[in-house]
Antibody, heavy 119, light 114 residues
Framework: QVQLVQSGAEVKKPASSVKVSCQAS????????IAWVRRTPGQGLEWMGG????????SYAQKFQGRVTFSADASTTTAFMELNTLTSDDTAVYYC????????????WGQGTVVTVSS | QSVLTQPPSVSGAPGQTVTISCSGS?????????VHWYQHLPGTAPKLLIS???NRPSGVPDRFSGSKSGTSASLAITGLQADDEGDYFC??????????????FGGGTRLTVL
């Protein structure tokens, strides 16, 4: 049974970058992808994109294209999300979730990483 | 503005039944893409409640059920309990005008147990 454990909370300055990790246990990366979803204060869930670690294939939501990078290290079954040029609008809880390729749903989810962008 | 439309809030007394709607369009639900539902309780990670329109993953109580017809879907919760209080989101795939697909969520519905 896959479990996803994310890195801890971050406080960042505007214009800086943040890198969040998501380590999977209980399975290898061979059979699924990792999606990234965020929830901003007072707002709903927002899909950012994802990666299929076995192939290195990435997909990005148009809103974040050029500002976010997904990567993965199969040896440690860890996925990463790096978001650049942060603004206060990026203050959110960032989640990784398993994305069974072709299923279009996400299960399970990591515990979330709070990213606060403040000067 | 979310691609999938949900009511901002619903409420019900313990033991009652509530239904949460999710309205889409011809580029997502109407195109045959499935809808999935998540429960997001305060301070926790979102949890998959319903997959593929009607399927309940192992461990999800049968108080939760889903349906889909055309461009609409709904989540029903029977026998409301206090710990059902939280936010509920529908999610699907949208092919869009450009043909570049993306995953989309509803705006979320806050369930209050009175």
């Amino acid at each position: 049974q896959v479990q996803l454990v994310q890195s801890g909370a971050e406080v960042k300055k505007p214009a800086s970058s943040v890198k969040v990790s998501c380590q999977a246990s209980g399975d290898t990366f061979d059979s699924y992808g990792i999606a990234w979803v965020r929830r901003t204060p007072g707002q709903g869930l927002e899909w950012m994109g994802g990666i299929i670690p076995a192939f290195g294939t990435t997909s990005y939501a148009q809103k974040f294209q050029g500002r976010v990078t997904f990567s993965a290290d199969a040896s440690t079954t860890t996925a990463f999300m790096e978001l650049n040029t942060l603004t206060s609008d990026d203050t959110a809880v960032y989640y990784c979730a398993r994305d069974v390729v072709g299923s279009h749903f996400f299960d399970p989810w990591g515990q979330g990483t709070v990213v606060t962008v403040s000067s | 503005q979310s691609v999938l439309t949900q009511p901002p809030s619903v409420s019900g007394a313990p033991g009652q039944t509530v239904t949460i709607s999710c309205s889409g369009s011809s580029s997502n639900l109407g195109a045959g893409y499935d809808v999935h539902w998540y429960q997001h309780l305060p301070g926790t990670a979102p949890k998959l409640l319903i997959s593929y329109n009607t399927n309940r993953p192992s461990g999800v109580p049968d108080r939760f059920s889903g349906s889909k017809s055309g461009t609409s879907a709904s989540l029903a919760i029977t026998g409301l309990q206090a710990d059902d209080e939280g936010d509920y989101f529908c999610q699907s795939f949208d092919i869009g005008l450009s043909g570049r697909g993306r995953e989309v969520f509803g705006g979320g519905t806050r369930l209050t147990v009175l």
